[in-house]
């Protein structure tokens, strides 16, 4: 069965630095799909960025960028120039062409000004 | 472009009363997904609909909670009857099922029984 690991609870990072948070899946497939998921105070889950297995670049969206590593399955999520806006819940999910998304237990962001 | 709309917002009740919980998902999605978030568990998938039909209704807890999708544009989640520990906040998600389509997900109905 897929898996999808988020192995910091929490992280803190001071404004303007750059944080990275990690995060691995498992699974035999070789199509498949990576998700960065938002979730602020708010509550809402706001899609941050995605990333296509058979891709080899590493997508990016403006300050938010991923390091893609497929044979050792990973896929951590870089935030350049923190900024207050970003403390949320960040979540990695994994999706099968076709099927459920797979949700990893997430990672509390701290911003400090 | 709307998004995907919940209804309520916001829901409290007594224990033992019937909840429903509404979503319209974004038109042309055929992908419906009902999750359930507690600081406890986390984000959890209930069920999942295709096309309208259900595909996985394994993270259902129990007889308690049933969901139907009658069409492609409306679903509902019901809870009876309802008790404390359904207390949670409920979202509703919707996808295009093509390639690497997201999901996107509404704002959530937050579920107080009391």
């Known amino acids: 069965a897929q898996t999808v690991t988020q192995s910091q609870p929490e992280m803190s990072v001071q404004e303007a630095e750059t944080v990275t948070l990690s995060c691995t899946y498992d699974t035999s497939e070789s199509d498949y799909y990576l998700f960065w998921y938002k979730q602020p105070p708010s509550r809402q889950m706001i899609l941050v960025i995605r990333q296509e297995a058979y891709k080899q670049q590493n997508a990016t969206e403006n300050r938010f960028s991923v390091n893609f590593q497929k044979a050792a399955k990973s896929f951590s999520l870089k935030i350049s120039d923190s900024q207050l806006g970003d403390a949320a819940m960040y979540f990695c999910a994994y999706r099968r062409t076709n099927d459920k998304i797979i949700f990893g237990k997430g990672t509390r962001l701290h911003i400090l000004p | 472009d709307a998004g995907v709309i919940q209804s309520p917002r916001h829901e409290v009740t007594e224990m033992g009363q019937e909840v429903t919980l509404r979503c319209k998902p974004i038109?042309?999605?055929?992908?419906l997904f009902w999750y359930r978030q507690t600081m406890m568990r986390g984000l959890e998938l209930l069920i999942y609909?295709?096309?309208?039909?259900?595909?996985?209704d394994s993270g259902m807890p129990e007889d308690r909670f049933s969901a139907k999708m009658p069409n492609a544009s409306f679903s509902t989640l019901k809870i009876q009857p309802s008790e404390p520990r359904d207390s949670a906040v409920y979202f509703c998600a919707s996808r295009l099922g093509q390639g690497g389509q997201p999901q996107h997900f509404g704002d959530g109905t937050r579920l107080s029984i009391l």
């Open positions: 038109s042309g999605h055929d992908y």
């Open positions: 609909f295709n096309n309208n039909v259900p595909i996985d």
